[in-house]
């Protein structure tokens, strides 16, 4: 049934070898892929927010902080704590979800490698060893999954480390701009 929706969206062009790629991977190559998408837009999320959402928080902080009559005093220092507590949590919103879907995604090509192998098993136990075609049809079924998932997750570790890189760098920066030092 899924490969009759997908035939008539795909029709003949470059459609058509998507959807021939995710047919030989298997239904497990659909879970990579949606993971991947989520993936990808969380990452996107992210740059979003780095760009443009957080220039203007931090502004914002800045301004607050500076309309404070005291910079000193106990209560001073822990509202600039808060106030740095809060923006790193969150430039560092999604990126735990990031990195679990970093590691789900190979994990999930195994699974597609489980359940080509099964069938490659299947053909052995109905045929035997004498039907080379039909076990390779199994194998390439466990392969593609396996790759996707390893393509997917490792597409996504370099926006992971310059986010957590940025994440740390800008609180430093906001941590900086926020001194009780040297203010009244």
Excluded: K, N
């Excluded at 790629?21 to 992210?46: N, S, T």
């Excluded at 080379?132 to 194998?139: E, T």
């Excluded at 940025?166 to 701009?177: H, N, P, V, Y």
């Amino acid at each position: 049934m899924l490969e009759a929706l997908l035939w008539r969206i795909a029709g003949s062009g470059p459609l058509a070898r998507v959807a021939d790629f995710l047919d030989d991977g298997g239904p497990v190559l659909l879970l990579v892929g949606a993971a991947g998408l989520l993936l990808w837009v969380l990452i996107l999320e992210r740059w979003v927010y780095f760009r443009f959402v957080f220039p203007r928080m931090e502004r914002e902080l800045i301004a607050q902080w500076r309309e404070r009559a005291t910079h000193r005093s106990w209560s001073a220092r822990r509202v600039r704590e808060v106030m740095i507590r809060r923006a790193r949590e969150r430039l560092a919103a999604t990126l735990p979800l990031i990195q679990t879907l970093i590691a789900a995604c190979p994990l999930l090509g195994l699974l597609g490698t489980v359940t080509g192998m099964i069938a490659v098993f299947d053909v052995v136990a109905l045929v035997g060893t004498g039907d080379a075609q039909a076990m390779a049809a199994g194998v390439s079924r466990a392969t593609i999954p396996t790759m996707a998932g390893m393509v997917v997750g490792i597409s996504g570790l370099f926006p992971l480390y310059r986010f957590t890189a940025a994440a740390r760098d800008r609180a430093e920066r906001l941590s900086e701009a926020l001194d009780t030092r040297g203010t009244a």
